[in-house]
């Protein structure tokens, strides 16, 4: 069983930046992949970055060159660092820690403001 909670999620204007974090229960490198995902309302959640063990990375082409997943294995923490945001970026993340199966947050509220 894993647990992930995550923070940092909040109001900004266009063009701002924003960074989430994602704290895990246990060892991050005990994690297959751990991933941000958001959802639109209506839809589907769907995968914005995430990262792999052995730090391999991968990114929604909407997000590529816009943010940054990270991880800081000391405090079995991954990070998403947003920046130039886009009132389209409006959504809730989620983040996911994969191992037997996927395991989810809370979720966070992230808006942005044209």
């Known amino acids: 069983q894993v647990q992930v909670v995550e923070s940092g999620g909040g109001l900004v204007q266009a063009g701002g930046s924003l960074r989430l974090s994602c704290a895990a229960s246990v060892s991050i490198f005990s994690i297959n992949a751990m991933g941000w995902y958001r959802q639109f309302p209506g839809k589907q959640r769907e995968l914005v970055a995430e990262?792999?063990?052995?730090?391999?990375?991968n990114y929604a082409d909407s997000v590529k060159g816009r943010f940054t997943i990270s991880r800081d294995g000391a405090k079995n923490t991954v990070y998403l660092q947003m920046n130039s945001l886009k009132p389209e970026d409006t959504a809730i993340y989620y983040c996911?820690?994969?191992?037997?199966?996927?395991?989810w947050g809370q979720g966070t509220q992230v808006t942005v403001s044209s």
């Open positions: 990262i792999i063990s052995g730090a391999s990375t």
């Open positions: 996911a820690a994969v191992t037997d199966r996927r395991y």
